[in-house]
């Protein structure tokens, strides 16, 4: 699929990985709709870009908001082409804590945003998507969804978090299956360890320690990389239904 001839729309656009995401797509051609709910950000953002970016204040655990940022961005740009799912929290918890059991709210607050949003933008993005025409592949969509290596290798603490992102894992192959019938793709990356507003609120030791733990290149990914992963997707016609790690080969340990 051609950047330059495609509208996106990417959640969590306003910082870390979906800002990454924005400004690449805009900067080879697309149109793009931010989705966020830090909305000074993202007004900055598409105000630094131009006219072809534009943002709509959205929860992804929300039905209401996302059709209607779904339905802003074919009505701004003419259509919805490609969808990046970058949104995405963590609360580190352990399931049997000093001050008790793991708080089912806390559970729920992130199975709902990673897990619930993303599904939220599949299929209402999805659906809009089924409409358009197809191109000379027969595409008619992409829809990017954001792992992580946790879903593998969830250290103690991350019980919530690594379950919503196994589940991200585990729907990409029966939604690619399904929508293989529409011409639209569905793909899912996982990264490892990212310097994104997740991690940059860590002491600088903190982050040296988990940089060294990386095998090649032992650094903090950059969100430009995985904005370069998310272009190829949406290019390469035969990557569908699978999920890549961009992880610079680390394998989390337990703690």
Not at 89 to 103: D, Q, R, T, Y
Request: glycine share 10%; net charge neutral; hydrophobic share 45%.
């Amino acid at each position: 699929m051609d950047l330059k001839k495609s509208v996106a729309v990417v959640t969590g656009g306003a910082s870390g990985l979906g800002e990454a995401c924005v400004r690449l797509f805009a900067q080879q051609g697309a149109k793009v709709c931010i989705l966020d709910l830090a909305e000074d950000r993202g007004e900055k953002v598409a105000a630094e870009l131009g006219e072809n970016v534009q943002f709509v204040k959205t929860n992804v655990t929300d039905e209401k908001t996302v059709r209607h940022a779904v339905e802003e961005t074919v009505r701004v740009f003419g259509g919805l082409h490609i969808a990046v799912n970058c949104a995405g929290i963590g609360i580190p918890a352990k399931v049997l804590g000093k001050e008790g059991p793991l708080s089912m709210d806390d559970f729920e607050k992130v199975m709902k945003v990673n897990l619930l949003g993303t599904m939220n933008i599949i299929r209402l993005a999805g659906f809009t998507m089924q409409g358009n025409a197809p191109n000379e592949e027969g595409e008619r969509g992409v829809v990017i969804n954001t792992s992580s290596i946790a879903a593998w290798e969830g250290q103690v603490g991350q019980a919530s978090y690594t379950a919503s992102k196994a589940a991200i894992t585990g729907i990409t192959l029966p939604v690619a299956r399904e929508f293989a019938e529409y011409g639209i793709r569905v793909m899912t990356i996982a990264p490892g360890l990212f310097d994104t507003p997740m991690l940059r609120g860590l002491p600088d030791k903190v982050k040296e320690s988990l940089a060294r733990m990386v095998p090649f290149p032992s650094r903090l990914g950059r969100p430009v990389e995985y904005a370069m992963l998310a272009r190829h997707i949406v290019e390469n016609s035969m990557l569908n239904g699978t999920t890549i790690r961009l992880d610079a080969a680390i394998r989390m340990s337990a703690r």
